[in-house]
Every structure is written in structure tokens, then in C-alpha cells.
């Protein structure tokens, strides 16, 4: 009775699924049929089959020889998920509630405001503005100053065009 398979993370189960996809579709374009192909790695096709399905308790050591039959590599890169995501670039975008997690000073600047987690963008521009003494711009993230630079730019009296005044001589 075989052993059941380890606990993988779920990262690790799609990798495993897709470098088996990989293999099976080498093993198609090179039109060879599961048999001669496990036959050739010194396989059974049965393990061939768990190899391209990605099953994670198939030895390492079948796996290579799977790849090395059908012509491919093994090779290992750093993991994607080990290095740092860029941030989203959000010049002149504005949230409908602004989020007071995500932005330090707004949330150490509204000490005061209790029972909420956000606030408008009116909201959050006003405590911005009200105690503008107290902002550490060379601290503030590149995050919370495009936010504040949007916050100013819409929301702002001289930024806004007054359509009612007439310019009579």
C-alpha cells in the first residue's frame, strides 16, 4: 500500500501541475505514446501518467529521468514569490473611502476619529490639511504623498473652476 502523499502548499501543487503539463505536452509534439516514453525514462507508464498529472509523491529522481527522455532540463530560479512586488503605480487615483491602514500619517493625524477604519476623500484631505504642521513629508510612503497630491488636486477650492461667476466688464 503506497504511502499517501505529503502535504504540499498550494504554490508548490500548481508548480508541480504545470512542469507535468509541461511534460506532457513535450511527449505530445514529439508524438511519442506514453508507453515508449516510460519505457524509455525506465519508468512504468503509470508513474509517467502521475508525473504528468504533477503528483508531488513521485520521486525526484522520476522526474528527471521523465524530462531527461523527452529531451528537456531540470533547472532551479528563485521563487517569484520571495522577491518584492512592485507597488501599483496610483498617480491621480483617489479611493472611494480611503483606508486609514494604509496610510500611517492620515491614521496618526485622525487619533481622534473612532468607530471607523476609513474615511472619505473629503474626510481624509480635511485632516490632511487641518494639521498640515504636523506631516513628516520626507517620511510620508510614496503611496500616501500621490494620495495626498490627488486629494489636492481634485478636491481642493483653488483647484476647482467657479462655473457660476461671470467675467462682466
Do not use: F
Given at each position: ?5 505529503p502535504?504540499t ?13 509541461q511534460?506532457r505536452?513535450?511527449?505530445k509534439?514529439?508524438r ?5 516514453t516510460?519505457e524509455?525514462?525506465?519508468l ?10 504533477g503528483?508531488?509523491?513521485?520521486t ?7 524530462m531527461?527522455?523527452?529531451?528537456m532540463?531540470l533547472?532551479?530560479?528563485?521563487s ?6 512592485p ?7 483617489i ?9 500611517p500619517?492620515?491614521r496618526a493625524l485622525a487619533?481622534?476619529?473612532?468607530g ?18 504636523h506631516?513628516?513629508?520626507?517620511a510620508?510612503?510614496?503611496n500616501?504623498l500621490a ?7 481634485a478636491?481642493?477650492p483653488?483647484a ?8 462682466a466688464?
Open positions: 500500500m503506497p504511502s499517501p502523499a502535504l502548499p498550494e504554490q508548490c501543487a500548481a508548480q508541480l501541475q504545470a512542469l507535468g503539463a511534460i505536452a513535450q511527449r509534439a514529439l511519442l505514446s506514453a508507453t515508449v516510460a524509455a525514462a525506465g512504468s507508464r503509470v508513474t509517467l501518467h502521475r508525473i504528468e498529472k503528483e508531488p509523491s513521485v525526484m529522481g522520476a522526474w528527471c529521468n521523465a531527461a527522455a523527452l529531451g532540463g533547472q532551479a530560479t528563485p517569484t514569490a520571495d522577491t518584492a512586488k507597488a501599483p503605480d496610483r498617480t491621480g487615483w479611493p472611494a473611502r480611503v483606508p486609514l491602514a494604509d496610510y500619517q492620515l487619533w481622534q476619529v473612532h471607523t477604519d476609513t474615511l472619505t476623500p473629503a474626510e481624509a484631505l480635511g485632516i490632511y490639511e487641518r494639521n498640515a504642521r506631516l513628516d513629508m520626507q510620508m510612503s510614496a500616501e494620495l495626498l497630491q490627488a486629494l489636492r488636486l478636491l481642493s483653488s476647482k473652476t467657479d462655473t457660476g461667476a461671470s467675467d466688464v
